[in-house]
């Protein structure tokens, strides 16, 4: 350090005294090897690494065997490089997502395995997916709060540590009964009555915390309901808008556990992974805030049913309500305002119902006939 600064005085002496060189005062920039907030002081102030356009990040998706870190992983390889993109969960891969690009082992109670692969790796963005969902989480809160919370705390410390661009997920789950639902905008009441809701306010909070305090380049969205063909159904509430296409395909029947009016917003997953992408590229001077809401359509069970019976009019629907899946649907949002994500960095919805339904029926009739085809 003292090098440093008696190189400094000596460029600035000789700047200075230069005539007519019209140059400003050298500035010696010093930047920490290692830190962590956990060790910060008081009045430390850190700012995320820039790229130029030229470059490629180097990603790391967490929790990425999950219904949208595969699919995340694809895309994001397509547009960076197949070797920029790295998928780690603490599950074992089938072949097709281990021969696809790289995967490595990571679990985020563990944090110095986790320092350990972004250094190793010189990750740039990273993409927090781990987490438990709404119901899995309600029959294991010591769990969800371990893997949702702790885990966080751990992903936050690292990202700001290394200077990361960070995405976490929320969810709409974040909100709860005393909020306005129909439609739910950006910034009101939040009082969630889920351990998995209580997790994503927190980790809207903190990455928020984490931005102004460190500097962070914190980014959220609060995904609506998700629908994906090629992944089966992980727990989650809204979960009966995938099983009822499994089903319909295998049996012609489904039993629905919520009842037929509980309206909730949904979206179908390449909308959803396109947007994450999107908001992860926005420049940082179009981002008024750093959690959003993006919506694409809003439906209840009976109404999906009676879209898809239209292509399957053999379809047989029945209810039999869960009432635990019930509350949480009852507390949560009817409709996401998201015309500031619309307005920041130009979101726009794909997929409505009719495609939606279109789309996932082209793929298990694509799937049947290369089944037939084998």
């Not at 090098?3 to 050298?26: E, H, N, W």
């Not at 949208?68 to 599950?91: C, E, H, P």
Request: glycine fraction near 6%; aromatic fraction near 8%.
């Amino acid at each position: 350090m003292p090098v440093i600064r008696t190189l400094s005085k000596v460029a600035k002496q000789i700047l200075l005294s230069t005539p007519g060189c019209g140059c400003q005062p050298l500035t010696v920039a010093v930047r920490n090897i290692s830190f962590s907030p956990r060790q910060v002081t008081s009045d430390a102030s850190f700012h995320s690494v820039s790229f130029s356009e030229t470059d490629h990040p180097k990603v790391l998706i967490t929790g990425g065997l999950g219904q949208l870190g595969v699919g995340l992983a694809k895309m994001l390889r397509k547009r960076f490089g197949k070797n920029n993109v790295i998928l780690s969960d603490i599950r074992k891969p089938p072949s097709s997502v281990f021969h696809s690009g790289p995967f490595i082992y990571s679990d985020i109670l563990d944090y110095k395995n986790l320092r350990e692969i972004v250094v190793n790796n010189r990750i740039t963005w990273l993409v927090h997916y781990s987490a438990l969902l709404s119901a899995v989480g309600e029959a294991n809160v010591a769990l969800a709060r371990s893997v949702n919370i702790t885990g966080l705390h751990n992903i936050l410390d690292i990202a700001a540590e290394h200077g990361l661009r960070l995405f976490v997920p929320s969810t709409i789950g974040a909100f709860g009964p005393t909020s306005p639902r129909n439609p739910t905008p950006d910034l009101c009441v939040q009082r969630p009555r889920t351990i998995y809701g209580v997790s994503k306010v927190h980790a809207e909070l903190m990455g928020e915390y984490y931005h102004h305090r460190y500097g962070l380049d914190f980014r959220c969205l609060r995904y609506p309901g998700i629908i994906s063909a090629d992944s089966m159904p992980g727990g989650g509430t809204t979960d009966y808008a995938v099983q009822i296409f499994h089903d319909a395909i295998k049996s012609s029947k489904f039993q629905c556990n919520l009842r037929p009016d509980t309206r909730l917003p949904m979206m179908y997953i390449d909308d959803c992974l396109r947007a994450t992408l999107e908001v992860m590229e926005a420049p940082v001077d179009t981002l008024t805030m750093r959690t959003y809401n993006i919506n694409a359509m809003s439906f209840s069970p009976e109404e999906l049913a009676q879209e898809l019976q239209k292509q399957m009019p053999e379809l047989e629907v029945t209810y039999d309500i869960d009432h635990v899946r019930q509350a949480i649907a009852d507390s949560w949002p009817m409709n996401f305002d998201d015309s500031n994500a619309r307005r920041d960095w130009g979101w726009k919805h794909d997929y409505d119902l009719p495609e939606l339904v279109q789309t996932m029926l082209n793929f298990f009739d694509a799937e049947s006939r290369m089944a037939g085809a084998n």
